[in-house]
């Protein structure tokens, strides 16, 4: 088995090619395929930092309820940074579950800017 330093590792890149993707994609207009990469750009570096605890839940739930206990509500992230894991997660679901939901390019936009923030600052942590 490999160290959990290895997994955080292996997570953080992951989070990063999925920003790098998504940015792709907001540039060529595919609001839907951006909102779900950049969703999981916020759920692995989610996972990541909640290595460094201990934690590895097995769910997207689990994953944003303990990254809230131990980070958010500690003060060691900014409160916006759960809000934007959780509403990340909500767009990915319109996107990828929901047959008539629409989402236009700025909106994509918004959440990768908020998502680069919280990635950026789970990289801060670790």
């Known amino acids: 088995m490999k160290p959990p330093e290895d997994e955080i590792q292996a997570l953080m890149q992951k989070a990063h090619r999925a920003l790098n993707d998504a940015r792709l994609l907001v540039e060529h207009a595919r609001a839907e395929a951006a909102v779900n990469r950049t969703y999981y750009a916020a759920f692995d570096a989610a996972r990541a930092l909640l290595l460094t ?9 689990g994953v944003k309820a303990r990254f809230n ?8 992230l900014d409160r916006q940074h ?3 894991l959780a509403v990340a997660e909500d767009m990915r679901n319109r996107a990828d579950y929901n047959a008539f939901s629409v989402f236009d390019i700025e909106a ?3 959440m990768l ?12 942590q670790l």
């Open 53 to 61: 605890k201990g934690e590895s839940p097995s769910s997207h739930s």
């Open 69 to 76: 206990y131990h980070f958010v509500r500690t003060n060691q």
């Open 82 to 84: 759960g809000r934007t």
């Open 108 to 110: 994509a936009t918004d």
């Open 113 to 124: 800017h908020d998502v680069e923030q919280l990635v950026t600052s789970v990289a801060k």
